[in-house]
């Protein structure tokens, strides 16, 4: 089934002008009145904008006047410099165009679109123009581009907090999952889809989102699941006013009938759509109707009507240069030659559904989805290392107010101390024999008392140890902790069972692949776990050979964004040593100590990842030519009891705890771990490993 791909609702023309609900076949009272402003309008600027909404107003059910408006305010506009109505006027023109099928204009004048609200920084604009423009493109041969335009349109949406094309985005996204038939990742956009849908109470995007969701719901075997869905589509339409959109709804109960092989029902549907296609005459919905006109004859094994209909919906699709699913028609008429024990053109058909498939290039359409779910991962990252700061900060201000609380608790103890003992000495003058009766009995309290304190002081030992380790554990998990693995694992999990989605060799390499990088993350939050309780010695330590420079070129890979912005070079050791030490541990130690070599370098520096062996163990160097330290910044380093907190060259904030963790681990794993640094010449931080058991 054809996912019909969703344009840029004219929200920003709405937002500047005030909308006017169109009415179809006849000219309503608004657009009387609009015409009549422009009698007496002397404003060149007011004019142009009544051409605009005019113009809109004319795109429901006159393309050609609405093309005329759009083309007496592009020249006003251009008159007198006028570059929102200049702008706005091609994306309508742009807009009429695609509505008639003839794609390159709208293409062109959508371009321009884009050039003028680029140079006016109108990224309200800009967002539907992208939209628009992935749009147009998809129609054709260069899917990749497409798809390209309707991720900017969404990250802009995303990144400036705008709604109003956000919902279209989600759904042409999920569209080309849908073309690669990933079902299950097609329905999470369209889910998102309506989900942005219902926060904006747009009816018209609601009822095109449950007809998508219910055709994904329908590949996946759920048939009750997606009925429920066409039939809130069905109870929207009354609120809709865009009759292209009853005509989709009608379309998405006949692909479900002819799914469920409900061959009446289908049929009762497929008259209906026919009147209404006859009576709106939608240029670009004539291939689906003939593509399920094609595909219920096939059911009724007509199969000389079949090829007949299939014919028109690949030749239509060729005339509007539409070939987003031309190799599906070529494979039910393929069906249909075979019905007619026509083997030979049926062969033929089935080979010229392979070229058409091929001709959209799908392994780059799923290449540039690869390199999209990646680009929305370091998205997530970046947003969590943002959260990460802000709770670094309030931890600071938390740190601050405690010590507050205890020096207000000192000076109180301090204050009540005085008090005792001044009352202390006016009673021994004025009651020296008293005094002197009850000395044993004060020296015993007082031993008492020592001894309080002595217990006290353990006590408070205790706790500041505790609290560290408290806060050890949070700051690990706070660098750690990635991605919400228990959800991926699941999504994996079912899409390596689903058996439509092990059609493809490269689905199954990449779906194994994401289930072995949600098993790898859920394991790293298992040993986290286990790790808090290093203090009461129930760590669980896992030793395991493997390679250090695997370890090097992963945390390399992580931090390479970060080290991009400071314009750093990180340099790899060539080295190919095998150790045997847990590597989750390991992976942990080179990760805080690279990201230290980062913060504390300057601009354009070099960082270097370095190993060498000595006797039986593996010495690991982490070296910079950074800002140094100071000869009692590094005897305090490795001590939990001080706090050793330092910004780093652009300001970068840290708790002061990695490197306590690093020296456990490491201490852990047999090893020692030391820094050489001086004063602006740089720091070496060295750690050792064992070689082998």
Not at 300 to 322: M, P
Not at 385 to 413: G, H, M, N, P, W
Request: proline share 2%; charged share 25%.
């Amino acid at each position: 089934m054809t996912i019909f791909k969703i344009h840029t609702a004219l929200l920003f023309i709405w937002i500047t002008f005030g909308y006017f609900p169109p009415v179809f076949g006849f000219e309503s009272p608004e657009i009387d009145s609009l015409k009549a402003s422009l009698t007496n309008e002397t404003n060149a600027q007011n004019m142009v904008d009544t051409y605009i909404t005019l113009s809109d107003q004319y795109s429901y059910f006159n393309s050609d006047s609405s093309l005329a408006f759009a083309q007496k305010a592009l020249n006003l506009s251009q008159k007198i410099n006028y570059k929102f109505g200049e702008g706005t006027a091609l994306f309508l023109i742009s807009y009429n165009y695609d509505q008639s099928g003839d794609w390159l204009p709208a293409i062109a004048n959508l371009e321009q679109a884009i050039n003028i609200f680029t140079e006016t920084k109108d990224t309200l604009s800009l967002i539907s123009c992208f939209h628009n423009l992935g749009v147009l493109y998809s129609y054709g041969k260069d899917q990749v581009k497409a798809l390209q335009y309707l991720i900017n349109a969404k990250v802009l949406c995303e990144e400036n907090n705008e709604t109003h094309v956000l919902s279209e985005a989600y759904s042409n996204i999920g569209w080309y999952y849908e073309y690669l038939k990933e079902y299950r990742s097609a329905l999470l956009f369209y889910e998102k889809a309506l989900d942005v849908d219902m926060v904006t109470g747009n009816i018209d995007n609601q009822c095109l989102s449950h007809n998508s969701i219910a055709y994904s719901l329908l590949k996946l075997n759920r048939p009750d699941e997606a009925l429920n869905h066409l039939n809130h589509a069905l109870e929207l339409l009354p609120q809709v006013a865009d009759k292209q959109r009853e005509i989709e709804v009608i379309l998405g109960f006949i692909i479900y009938y002819l799914e469920i092989n409900d061959l009446s029902s289908a049929q009762t549907y497929i008259n209906k759509i026919r009147q209404l296609a006859n009576e709106q005459q939608f240029t670009k919905l004539a291939v689906e109707i003939y593509s399920v006109e094609g595909k219920y004859q096939l059911k009724r094994k007509n199969f000389h009507a079949a090829i007949r209909l299939f014919d028109k919906a690949i030749e239509q699709s060729r005339e509007l240069e539409k070939y987003d699913y031309i190799s599906d028609y070529y494979t039910e008429k393929g069906a249909a030659y075979a019905g007619l024990q026509q083997y030979n053109k049926a062969y033929e058909m089935i080979s010229k559904a392979k070229e058409a498939y091929e001709m959209l290039s799908p392994d780059e359409i799923a290449e540039a989805l690869s390199n999209f779910e990646r680009d929305e991962i370091v998205r997530a990252e970046r947003k969590k290392l943002v959260l990460e700061q802000e709770l670094e900060s309030a931890k600071t201000q938390s740190d601050q107010f405690r010590f507050r609380v205890k020096a207000a608790f000192a000076i109180i103890v301090l204050l009540i101390i005085l008090l005792v003992l001044s009352f202390y000495l006016i009673l021994r003058k004025k009651h020296t024999d008293e005094l002197k009766a009850n000395y044993n009995t004060i020296n015993r309290q007082k031993l008492m008392l020592e001894n309080n304190l002595v217990k006290l002081a353990e006590d408070e030992k205790n706790l500041k140890k505790l609290n560290a380790t408290k806060d050890k554990f949070f700051s690990i998990i706070a660098h750690d902790l990635k991605n919400p693995f228990n959800v991926l694992i699941g999504i994996s999990d079912m899409l390596r069972n689903e058996k439509e989605a092990k059609n493809t060799e490269d689905f199954d390499v990449l779906i194994d692949g994401m289930y072995q990088a949600a098993t790898s993350g859920y394991q790293l939050l298992e040993n986290l776990l286990e790790w808090s309780r290093t203090q009461t010695g129930a760590i669980k330590f896992e030793p395991q050979p493997f390679f250090i420079h695997k370890v090097f070129e992963a945390n390399k890979d992580l931090f390479l964004e970060v080290a991009k912005s400071k314009e750093l070079t990180i340099d790899l050791s060539t080295i190919k040593v095998m150790v045997y030490a847990d590597l989750d541990m390991v992976n942990f130690v080179v990760r805080n100590l690279l990201n230290n070599a980062i913060k504390f370098s300057r601009k354009k520096g070099k960082i270097a990842l370095l190993a060498s062996k000595k006797e039986n163990m593996l010495i690991v160097t982490v070296k910079d030519n950074g800002i140094g330290m100071p000869e009692q910044l590094i005897q305090n380093l490795f001590k939990i009891e001080k706090q050793v907190q330092r910004d780093g060259t652009a300001h970068e904030k840290g708790t002061g705890l990695g490197l306590i963790m690093c020296h456990e681990f490491v201490k852990i794993n047999g090893g020692n771990i030391w820094v050489e640094s001086e004063v602006d010449q740089g720091s070496s931080f060295h750690f050792s490993l064992p070689l082998s058991l």
